[in-house]
């Protein structure tokens, strides 16, 4: 960019998808060492739409997901489902949730994100068709510091935090998995305002 070039539409779409992620490391970076040092403190929270959150969501990361081999896939829910919130602490636990299921998943593979409704309570999927967690693993994967990882990297905060998000919104997240076919990992926040879904309704 700062040198002028030239180049076609998919190229400045890709360079623009690296900005994007290169500032959200940033972030993601950010709170890492915010966890790691125990500060977590308080946040602000509003109303959010999880329907145009997580639209958005996977729009800003589609462009990654291809660019790794990985079908990235979304389904919402066909009604607006609203909870109170942090995006961007919100955002900080999905992302953790993708990149580490992309982490364990080949190329070809696919990792898909639904938002559905069930009762009093918005439910954030990710699922992918990954490795899959052994199941002496499952009881400890949320605990601090407890890494899947063969080689034994990184800190083993990744999920650790993804699971303090959620409970500071209220919710709770629960993992599903088998080896060698993959894993669900399930976030439940609750909804504001809460009317009955459309198929309660009289």
């Given at each position: 960019?700062?040198g002028?070039?030239?180049?076609?539409?998919?190229?400045?779409?890709?360079?623009n998808?690296?900005?994007?992620?290169?500032?959200?490391?940033?972030e993601?970076?950010?709170?890492l060492?915010?966890f790691?040092?125990g500060?977590?403190?308080?946040?602000?929270?509003?109303e959010?739409?999880?329907?145009?959150?997580?639209?958005?969501?996977?729009?800003?990361?589609?462009?990654?997901?291809?660019?790794n081999?990985?079908?990235?896939?979304?389904?919402?829910?066909?009604?607006?489902?609203?909870?109170?919130?942090?995006?961007?602490r919100?955002?900080?636990?999905?992302?953790?949730?993708?990149?580490?299921?992309?982490?364990?998943?080949?190329?070809?593979?696919?990792?898909?994100?639904?938002?559905?409704?069930?009762e009093?309570?918005?439910?954030?999927?990710?699922r992918d068709t990954g490795?899959?967690?052994?199941?002496?693993?499952?009881?400890?994967?949320?605990?601090?510091?407890y890494?899947?990882?063969?080689?034994?990297?990184?800190?083993?905060l990744?999920?650790?935090?993804?699971?303090?998000?959620?409970?500071?919104?209220?919710?709770?997240?629960?993992?599903?998995s088998?080896?060698?076919k993959?894993?669900?990992?399930?976030?439940?926040?609750?909804?504001?305002?809460?009317?009955p879904?459309?198929?309660?309704?009289?």
């Open positions: 960019r700062s002028d070039v030239a180049m076609d539409q998919e190229t400045a779409g890709y360079l998808a690296l900005t994007e992620r290169v500032d959200a490391l940033g993601r970076f950010t709170l060492q915010d790691s040092r500060e977590r403190g308080m946040f602000l929270q509003g959010l739409c999880l329907n145009e959150f997580l639209w958005q969501f996977y729009h800003s990361n589609l462009l990654d997901m291809e660019l081999g990985i079908h990235f896939q979304l389904e919402l829910w066909k009604e607006p489902l609203l909870v109170r919130g942090n995006q961007e919100l955002q900080a636990a999905l992302e953790n949730l993708c990149y580490n299921a992309l982490s364990f998943t080949p190329e070809e593979g696919t990792i898909a994100l639904g938002l559905r409704r069930e009093d309570w918005a439910l954030i999927v990710v490795a899959g967690i052994a199941p002496e693993q499952l009881p400890h994967i949320f605990q601090r510091g890494s899947c990882r063969a080689d034994n990297s990184g800190e083993g990744g999920l650790y935090i993804v699971r303090a998000i959620i409970l500071e919104h209220g919710g709770t997240v629960q993992v599903d088998q080896v060698g993959g894993s669900v990992f399930t976030i439940r926040l609750p909804l504001v305002n809460s009317t879904a459309p198929d309660e309704q009289d």
